[in-house]
Nanobody
Framework: QLRLAESGGGLVQPGGSLRLSCAAS????????ISWFRQAPGKEREAVAC????????YYSPSVLDRFTIFRDNAENAVYLQIYDLKPEDTAVYYC???????????????????WGKGTLVTVSS
């Protein structure tokens, strides 16, 4: 089964930018849809963005629209989450997760995910 590893988190000042990476190993992402979730302290895990296996369909949570961009590079076997204009409320552990047979779709539903990474912490603070 595919394994995912997130990286790119860290401490960033408000207004800053980050690019999170979700690298796959143990196989290729192929047509799997990949979703990014985040979980802030004391809060439930929430979906922020997802991308289809084809890379042509992407969805964003209204709370991050216009500040987050998800894209994939199948040659690199990775999916990325570019984050602009970071806000303190973006502080969370960010996870990527995958679901197979998702060439033309992606999901925000935790129960649809078949495999997960272990997360990367993003802290937004001055």
């Amino acid at each position: 089964q595919l394994r995912l590893a997130e990286s790119g988190g860290g401490l960033v000042q408000p207004g800053g930018s980050l690019r999170l990476s979700c690298a796959a190993s143990g196989g290729t992402l192929g047509e799997d849809g990949i979703s990014w979730f985040r979980q802030a302290p004391g809060k439930e895990r929430e979906a922020v963005a997802c991308i289809s296996g084809s890379g042509t369909i992407a969805y964003y949570s209204p709370s991050v629209l216009d500040r987050f961009t998800i894209f994939r590079d199948n040659a690199e076997n990775a999916v990325y989450l570019q984050i602009y204009d970071l806000k303190p409320e973006d502080t969370a552990v960010y996870y990527c997760a995958g679901r197979g047979e998702s060439f033309d779709s992606c999901s925000f539903d935790v129960v649809d995910m078949e495999y997960w990474g272990k997360g990367t912490l993003v802290t937004v603070s001055s």
